[in-house]
């Protein structure tokens, strides 16, 4: 039972535009969510995250957005760079069940020159 | 540097055998976390330990345990290893139970 989707196992994007990364989930229990950037042969970096109670947050270049009524989140990157190109874990989290977290499959986001 | 230290980063070993993963968390850390990633998949939650007690366990196997020691670090065993464990093993560690984790580089670990 996958309560966490990422249904785009890649994503490629040109420098200096918008990348778009979804996720769908299905447990409406879920509080917490968040978006993790990982690089080949590193662990998961946070990058940003988001409660329940809000429907945007933002950090610099990048934005995640909540729909709680689709238990949808998405994170956009603007202007994407091509550092940014890594593979990206969405998150969410159980109040009840502490930090634990429940991970996407990852999407491949490269950001051509 | 997320301050995370996984030992070893690889490991080779084979069928039938047994082996320990190692985990030191971040200064201050009580929190440690052990997730499973196997080929194309996210990463799977497997158990959590908490000041050294275990906290929340996920869907680890029973041929796997873990501890915390009183030193906080912790160590994940795998024993009577098969071919379908071969995967990246991370370890996070978080100041308390509700807070943000941090993830080791992982250890990758092939059975043969």
């Known amino acids: 039972d996958q309560q966490v989707k990422q249904n785009s196992p890649s994503l490629s994007v040109q420098e200096g535009r918008i990348s778009i990364l979804n996720c769908d989930y299905t447990?409406?229990?879920?509080?917490?969510f968040l978006w993790y950037k990982k690089y080949p042969a590193e662990g998961p970096t946070f990058l940003i995250s988001?409660?329940?109670?809000?429907d945007k947050n933002e950090d610099g270049r990048f934005t995640v957005f909540l729909n709680k009524s689709a238990k949808h989140l998405s994170l956009h990157i603007v202007p994407s760079q091509p550092g940014d190109s890594a593979v990206y874990f969405c998150?969410?989290?159980?109040?009840?069940?502490?930090?634990?977290?429940?991970f996407g499959e990852g999407t491949q986001l490269t950001v051509n020159p | 540097d997320s301050g995370v230290t996984q030992t070893p980063k690889h490991l080779i070993t084979a069928t039938g055998q047994r082996v320990t993963l190692r985990c030191s968390p971040r200064?201050?850390?009580?929190?440690v976390y052990w997730y499973q990633q196997s080929l194309d998949q996210g990463l799977q939650f497997l158990i959590q330990y908490y000041n050294g007690e275990e906290r929340a366990k996920g869907n680890i196997l029973e041929r796997f345990s873990a501890q915390q020691f009183p030193d906080l670090h912790s160590e994940l065993n795998l024993s009577s290893l098969e071919l379908g464990d071969s995967a990246l093993y991370f370890c996070?560690?978080?100041?308390?139970?509700?807070?943000?984790?941090?993830f080791g580089q992982g250890t990758r670990l092939t059975v043969v």
């Open positions: 447990n409406s229990m879920f509080d917490y």
């Open positions: 996070a560690s978080s100041v308390g139970i509700n807070t943000e984790a941090f």
């Open positions: 988001i409660s329940s109670i809000k």
């Open positions: 200064s201050g850390d009580l929190s």
């Open positions: 998150a969410a989290r159980l109040w009840t069940s502490g930090s634990r977290l429940t």
